[in-house]
T-cell receptor, first 112, second 117 residues
Framework: GDSVTQMEGPVTLSEEAFLTINCTYT??????LFWYVQYPGEGLQLLLK?????DKGSNKGFEATYRKETTSFHLEKGSVQVSDSAVYFC???????????FGTGTLLAVQP | GAVVSQHPSWVICKSGTSVKIECRSL??????MFWYRQFPKQSLMLMAT?????????EQGVEKDKFLINHASLTLSTLTVTSAHPEDSSFYIC?????????????FGPGTRLTVT
């Protein structure tokens, strides 16, 4: 069945460091791909999405490119801030079902 | 806009009792709501999809008689954990899909931590 694998955390970075959180997926067909962010005490929020191969989703300085050849959707940010500290979830919709399927989440801690 | 609330945010109950969790879309109508369960260091697992005015659709392996879902209005869905046991302790998250707008959008509540003693 469809699945999402993302790197385990926690990821601890200093402010202004470069961030990469790896995400790969397995799906039939052509899923849409998403990154959600969960700040402490809040619900998941959609951070960015890409609906077809080679699309790049971007928001708040974060980017991810839908790579069909490597079945990946890695999240990147050039310079993280303390306020980016949160749990990041990679997800897909489509493939065999039209339901959101999530990765395990990666905790990012940014230190000043 | 597009805020989803859950109540309570955390609850402790005794084994054998039932617990009701509410999920509300505060500023939009939601024909469809989803209930997820999250174990520590694991992904969100979809439990069921509820549609206003009709029976919920449960995922394989989820006991419908144990996890009762009611979606009686366009802004409220409830999940009742009946005869709770310690293995039901978990983090329950709901999300709501607006009745109008992109089918991609789902707005998530902050979650409810259930501990069964």
């Amino acid at each position: 069945g469809d699945s999402v694998t993302q790197m385990e955390g926690p990821v601890t970075l200093s402010e202004e460091a470069f961030l990469t959180i790896n995400c790969t997926y397995t799906a039939t067909g052509y899923p849409s791909l998403f990154w959600y962010v969960q700040y402490p005490g809040e619900g998941l929020q959609l951070l960015l999405k890409a609906t077809k191969a080679d699309d790049k989703g971007s928001n708040k300085g974060f980017e991810a490119t839908y790579r069909k050849e490597t079945t990946s959707f890695h999240l990147e940010k050039g310079s993280v801030q303390v306020s980016d500290s949160a749990v990041y979830f990679c997800a897909l919709r489509g493939g065999a079902t039209n339901k959101l399927i999530f990765g395990t989440g990666t905790l990012l801690a940014v230190q000043p | 806009g597009a805020v989803v609330s859950q109540h309570p945010s955390w609850v402790i109950c005794k084994s054998g009792t039932s617990v009701k969790i509410e999920c509300r879309s505060l500023d939009f109508q939601a024909t469809t709501m989803f209930w997820y369960r999250q174990f520590p260091k694991q992904s969100l697992m979809l439990m069921a999809t509820s549609n206003e005015g009709s029976k919920a659709t449960y995922e394989q392996g989820v006991e419908k008689d144990k996890f009762l879902i009611n979606h009686a209005s366009l802004t409220l869905s409830t999940l009742t954990v009946t005869s709770a046991h310690p293995e039901d302790s978990s983090f329950y998250i709901c999300s709501a899909r607006p009745s109008r707008g992109s089918t991609y959008e789902q707005y998530f509540g902050p979650g409810t931590r259930l501990t069964v003693t």
